[in-house]
């Protein structure tokens, strides 16, 4: 089954800074990249999502780049907020669809 | 509805008592997932549904959990002969076929 990895777990910066956090995967099948944002006592929000056949993304703020080869994912958000702070999780399909295998989460908070 | 709506809130059960969750899904959408979250981080896909069928339950640890999806009611997760263990936030998610998953806000059940 798909092991996914997230790097780094929690992440400490001052806003306007930038924030990159990292996810590896294992299953050389998926083709689906998604990140997710947490917040306190609230479900996942998709934030961003990518496909295997798109390098890179982005949405405003965010955007998310894909090495297939290495078989690992960034979310990179630029300019940070206070809001930004949550828990941000990768979660790439296992197998089947959108069986998520969700990665250990990154605590990100953004000091004003 | 615009959001997937989850009851109740918080749910507590003494040790060996049932526990019985709802989610409604968003309008339109034919796919619903239930996750569990235990220790803040910890993810793990329990069971979906493709409308009222069965799509993928190889996350349910059938001994005690059970789950439905009946046409024009919420779908339902159920707990029999609830254990500490069991103490986590439930989550809901439903889905068309983009792929994009919409979560709840959760349910918060505590094993006494």
């Known amino acids: 089954g798909e092991n996914v990895e997230q790097h780094p777990s929690t992440l400490s910066v001052q806003e306007g800074d930038s924030a990159v956090i990292k996810c590896t995967y294992s299953?050389?099948?998926?083709?689906?990249f998604p990140w997710y944002k947490q917040e306190l006592g609230k479900g996942p929000q998709l934030i961003i999502d990518i496909r295997s056949n798109v390098g890179e993304k982005k949405d405003q703020r965010i955007a998310v780049t894909l090495n297939k080869t290495a078989k690992h994912f960034s979310l990179h958000i630029t300019e940070t907020q206070p809001e930004d702070s949550a828990v941000y999780f990768c979660a790439p399909p296992g197998t089947g669809f959108q069986k998520l295998v969700f990665g250990t989460g990154t605590r990100l908070l953004v000091s004003p | 509805g615009e959001e997937v709506a989850q009851t109740p809130k918080h749910l507590v059960r003494g040790e060996g008592q049932k526990a019985k969750l709802y989610c409604a899904p968003i309008k339109g959408h034919s796919y619903v997932f239930w996750y569990q979250q235990v220790l803040k981080n910890e993810f793990k896909f329990l069971i979906s549904f493709q409308n009222e069928n069965v799509f993928d339950e190889t996350g349910m640890p059938k001994e005690r959990f059970s789950a439905k999806c009946l046409p024009n009611s919420p779908c339902s997760l159920e707990i029999q002969a609830t254990k500490l263990e069991d103490s986590a936030v439930y989550f809901c998610?439903?889905?068309?076929?983009?792929?994009?998953?919409?979560f709840g806000s959760g349910t918060q059940l505590s094993v006494l």
């Open positions: 998610a439903s889905t068309d076929r983009n792929e994009k998953l919409f």
């Open positions: 299953d050389s099948a998926s083709n689906y």
